[in-house]
């Protein structure tokens, strides 16, 4: 079971300082199973950043 402590539930992607999200599919099941909502541009929007700090 994951401990869930999302830093913004208006915007369940942001993240702390020094975390990051490592699988983005596995995090949105999480969020799907605490039935916490959230937009396809936020998830988008996080698929964005998350490719950008890998280049």
């Known amino acids: 079971m994951y401990n869930?402590?999302?830093?913004e539930l208006s915007?369940?992607?942001?993240m702390r300082k020094g975390?990051?999200?490592?699988?983005?599919?596995?995090?949105?099941?999480m969020?799907?199973?605490y039935n916490?909502?959230?937009t396809d541009e936020?998830?988008?929007n996080?698929?964005?950043?998350i490719e950008n700090k890998l280049k």
């Open 42 to 44: 936020q998830y988008k």
């Open 36 to 38: 916490i909502v959230f």
């Open 19 to 29: 975390e990051t999200i490592v699988d983005i599919e596995k995090y949105v099941e």
């Open 31 to 33: 969020l799907k199973r």
């Open 11 to 14: 915007n369940p992607f942001k």
């Open 4 to 7: 869930c402590k999302i830093k």
């Open 46 to 49: 996080a698929i964005k950043e």
